[in-house]
T-cell receptor, first 115, second 110 residues
Framework: EAGVAQSPRYKIIEKRQSVAFWCNPISGHATLYWYQQILGQGPKLLIQFQNNGVVDDSQLPKDRFSAERLKGVDSTLKIQPAKLEDSAVYLC?????????????FGEGSRLTVL | QKEVEQDPGPLSVPEGAIVSLNCTYSNSAFQYFMWYRQYSRKGPELLMYTYSSGNKEDGRFTAQVDKSSKYISLFIRDSQPSDSATYLCAMTTGGGKLIFGQGTELSVKP
């Protein structure tokens, strides 16, 4: 079974530029998450989708971050304009529908450096 | 005060040692408790999951949850160099939104 795919793995941009990350979850997984992991910290949830609907985006900085999950499969996370403090690893995770126990499957992450 | 507190370490032990990793939390509504392992430059992978209080054992790993004390632990017996990683505790009230600890960096020396 293929895992969660993310791209790009690494991205370096200047502040105020924009960036987009892509995620393809495990086939059949209805729930998709984007987490932000700053160096030395645990991951923090940015947004949770159930199919193509948003379940929780309470911690998403909506003035600069946006995310979408078209057709309930792939997802894109965009940052515009980027700030220095957005330097982090952006982790995509998925889980089967109805899995409320926290058993998430994570991708390898997209590492963003903002200069 | 953070919802989940975890000592970041780093923790260095000799091969074969017993490792104890711990987290405390403040939200009594948490029901599901997990330990994730994260190797360098990789995503977290689920290691152990426990519902409510009690113990769970899987090979060399034992997870304990004490809801009365709001305290969870992970024990690793006969630690191996391949266990060197960052260990993240995580918990949820349900619905999939996880609250993670800071992570403890573990190094097992041959």
């Amino acid at each position: 079974e293929a895992g969660v795919a993310q791209s790009p793995r690494y991205k370096i941009i200047e502040k105020r530029q924009s960036v987009a990350f892509w995620c393809n979850p495990i086939s059949g997984h209805a729930t998709l998450y984007w987490y932000q992991q700053i160096l030395g910290q645990g991951p923090k949830l940015l947004i949770q989708f159930q199919n193509n609907g948003v379940v929780d985006d309470s911690q998403l900085p909506k003035d600069r971050f946006s995310a979408e999950r078209l057709k309930g499969v792939d997802s894109t996370l965009k940052i515009q304009p980027a700030k220095l403090e957005d330097s982090a690893v952006y982790l995509c995770a998925s889980s089967p529908s109805g899995m409320e126990t926290g058993e998430l499957f994570f991708g390898e992450g997209s590492r963003l450096t903002v200069l | 005060q953070k919802e989940v507190e975890q000592d970041p370490g780093p923790l260095s032990v000799p091969e074969g040692a017993i490792v104890s990793l711990n987290c405390t939390y403040s939200n009594s509504a948490f029901q599901y408790f997990m330990w994730y392992r994260q190797y360098s430059r990789k995503g977290p992978e689920l290691l152990m999951y426990t519902y409510s209080s009690g113990n769970k054992e899987d090979g060399r790993f034992t997870a304990q949850v004490d809801k009365s004390s709001k305290y969870i632990s992970l024990f690793i017996r006969d630690s191996q160099p391949s266990d060197s990683a960052t260990y993240l505790c995580a918990m949820t009230t349900g619905g999939g939104k996880l609250i993670f600890g800071q992570g403890t960096e573990l190094s097992v020396k041959p």
